[in-house]
């Protein structure tokens, strides 16, 4: 992977999320956040 020039990807890798519109990219962040939640509470 790439390093992410947009700004958009919470690991600093290019995922792709430069071509969402603002509402599917904060869709996909959030999606993305309650996912590492969870991985930090099975911890």
Do not use: D, F, I
Request: proline share 2%; hydrophobic share 25%; net charge neutral.
């Amino acid at each position: 992977m790439a390093e992410c020039g947009c700004g958009r990807s919470p690991t600093g890798k290019c995922v792709g999320w430069h071509g969402l519109s603002e509402e599917q990219y904060q869709e996909k962040k959030a999606a993305y956040e309650a996912k590492q939640a969870a991985k930090s509470a099975e911890n």
